[in-house]
């Protein structure tokens, strides 16, 4: 990794977000985005003092769906970072960047018009703002990069699947570098609907106890936004041109519970086996290891995970640092993953635990070090992040320090 950008509830670089992190700060408040009297749940995790315009430029803020200019604001710092443009030839320099949802903003906006107006009254741009893999070509089209340009939706795991395929092209040999990672901009009326009504999104108007992972009182996940982008780059090539390597991708696991549409499976077998895929080739110390867990804060995915660790590390499961960054930035959805790689990163790098804020009355299921309420200095060798989605989907994203 040579390159690191964000765009989150708790700031929009990634000096912002990680210094936030550290501290603990609570990246949840009250909607602001839509009147929320006729909805149970008041509370969201929204990208604050953000100005499109300002980021890229008032044409391509024109044009774009808000997930869209997440993505190429955290494009454009990780590009920025890495150094990586001109040091590698256009058709080799990939994108995966994925979104969990997509432009659901401008699918609400242009329905409305539709309904309201007729046909006449959708825009000619409303497909192509809309789709799930512009936030991709968009980046693409950006910095001229024509390698393979991919989008992947697998839900609240897309952000790390992202970074997971990448690597995987990397390592095979189709790409020297990728602009990597997941954006989502899903605070809208329709979309905190459909999580309410289907249980999964907390009934809350308190920012301070909305989001609780592993804690008892927990009772649904807080809706988050942004995105992240990182650049992964071939190891020999990084070295070659002098660039500064944040981690390295050691592993990377990806498996379906192919049980329920919304629900983990509580046996957790398949969270498990992607958690032993990621680590499979990687010689680790238990007490030098830092896990960026899912810890939505839903009764079911807590303790899911929590057998899952248990399972893949025995009694040394009891060793490790664990903990959950979403209690301060909510769930980025598909741009969750990728953010949560950037903390796993950071940590390696500062030796630093980011806490589970909030975490006062522990649930006994969920009884492993969850690292509650502050941040811990501690030197971990390696970090891994763990993200599960609606439809089964697990996928998990191992990293590594670099020898000097």
Request: charge should be negative; hydrophobic fraction near 40%; include cysteine.
């Amino acid at each position: 990794m040579t390159g690191l950008g964000a765009v989150t509830p708790l700031g929009n670089t990634v000096a912002e977000y990680w210094e936030n992190l550290k501290n603990g700060v609570n990246g949840i408040g009250m909607i602001t985005r839509f009147d929320t009297t006729d909805f149970k749940c008041k509370v969201a995790a929204e990208v604050k003092n953000f100005d499109a315009a300002e980021r890229l430029d008032k044409v391509t803020a024109r044009k774009t769906d808000p997930y869209v200019q997440y993505a190429l604001c955290s494009a454009d710092e990780a590009v920025a970072d890495s150094g990586i443009l001109g040091t590698v030839e256009e058709d080799e320099l990939g994108v995966y960047f994925g979104s969990g949802v997509g432009g659901i903003q401008t699918l609400c906006e242009n329905e409305e018009g539709l309904l309201s107006g007729g046909p006449r009254k959708v825009s000619p741009s409303f497909v192509p703002k809309m789709i799930i893999n512009i936030a991709a070509g968009q980046i693409a089209i950006r910095y001229h990069a024509h390698g393979t340009a991919l989008s992947t939706a697998t839900a609240c795991a897309t952000g790390t699947t992202m970074i997971g395929e990448a690597y995987r092209a990397i390592r095979d040999g189709y790409l020297k570098a990728i602009i990597c990672g997941g954006s989502e901009a899903a605070v809208t009326p329709l979309t905190v609907a459909g999580f309410l009504n289907c249980t999964a999104l907390v009934k809350s108007e308190d920012p301070e106890t909305a989001c609780l992972p592993f804690d008892q009182r927990r009772a649904g996940f807080v809706i988050g936004e942004g995105a992240a982008a990182l650049i992964l780059e071939e190891y020999e090539h990084a070295v070659a041109r002098g660039a500064h390597i944040y981690a390295e991708v050691c592993g990377y696991g990806t498996t379906c519970d192919a049980y329920h549409v919304t629900a983990p499976d509580p046996g957790a077998v398949y969270t498990a086996k992607a958690v032993q895929m990621a680590l499979q080739s990687v010689e680790y110390d238990p007490e030098k290891l830092y896990i960026n867990a899912h810890g939505t804060g839903t009764q079911l995915n807590d303790k899911a995970e929590t057998t899952a660790f248990k399972s893949v590390f025995g009694e040394d499961a009891k060793k490790i640092k664990i903990s959950s960054t979403k209690s301060m930035t909510g769930h980025m959805l598909g741009a969750a993953g990728a953010a949560e790689a950037i903390a796993c990163i950071k940590a390696l790098q500062d030796g630093v635990i980011p806490p589970t804020i909030h975490l006062e009355q522990p649930d006994e299921e969920c009884d492993l070090d969850y690292t509650p309420n502050t941040a811990v200095s501690k030197d971990i060798d390696v970090a891994i992040s763990t993200s599960l989605g609606f439809g089964g989907h697990n996928a998990c994203i191992a990293f590594r320090k670099v020898a000097e």
